[in-house]
Structure formats: C-alpha cells, structure tokens
C-alpha cells in the first residue's frame, strides 16, 4: 500500500500563488505515476496534472501556463506550483498515485480557495 499525505492549499486572492506538497510512504518502489487532481462543489474530480517516474508531465488545459508539477523520486515527494490563481481554480486538490503493476491511491485532499 501507498499512503499519499498533501500539504500546502488555504485561502489566496485571485492572482496570487499556492504551492501544493505530496509525500507518498509506503511501497513507494511500486509508484510509477504522481498527480494531482481537483473536485470543485457541485462537479466531478477532473486532473489537474500528473508525471511520471521520468518526469514527464501532463496538465489540464484550464491550468497549462500557470500551474507547474514537479517530482523528487529521491523523497517520493510531488509538488504542485499555482500562480495567477483564478476563482475557478477553487477546489479539493487531492495526491494521487498510480502503481507500476496497477492500482492507485489518494490523499485525504486539501482545500484551495480562490476569492476574487
């Protein structure tokens, strides 16, 4: 199993920056893809970006250019940077980690709200 434990979200006016942390424990050696995911009120989880163990990266369109995912293998660690925050960006951001031989696991989630 896989504990992925989030870190980092609150509350920030429109514009500004967040910085989202993600430490996975675990059986870490199994994890191939590290992510980030997001469910507003009143919608479905969408992702906002993942990577994988090589370091390629995939983003929602609505987040490309403004938010950044990084990945320390080393830590077990992802990192999720988000500047020119909009309201819409106000959401649940929830870790997720995906299995070499299939399977994932998800962090509890932590609140980012954007006021205008």
């Known amino acids: 199993q896989v504990q992925p434990v989030e870190s980092g979200g609150g509350l920030v006016q429109a514009g500004g920056s967040l910085r989202l942390s993600c430490a996975a424990s675990?059986?870490?050696?199994?994890?191939?893809?590290m992510g980030w995911y997001r469910q507003a009120p009143g919608k479905q989880r969408e992702l906002v970006a993942k990577i994988t163990s090589s370091g390629r990266t995939i983003y929602a369109d609505s987040v490309k250019g403004r938010f950044t995912i990084s990945r320390d293998n080393a830590k077990n660690t992802v990192a999720l940077q988000m500047n020119s925050l909009k309201p819409e960006d106000t959401a649940v951001y929830s870790c997720n980690t995906e299995l070499t031989f299939g399977g994932e696991y998800w962090g509890q989630g932590t609140q980012v709200t954007v006021s205008a």
């Open positions: 675990g059986s870490i050696f199994s994890i191939s893809v």
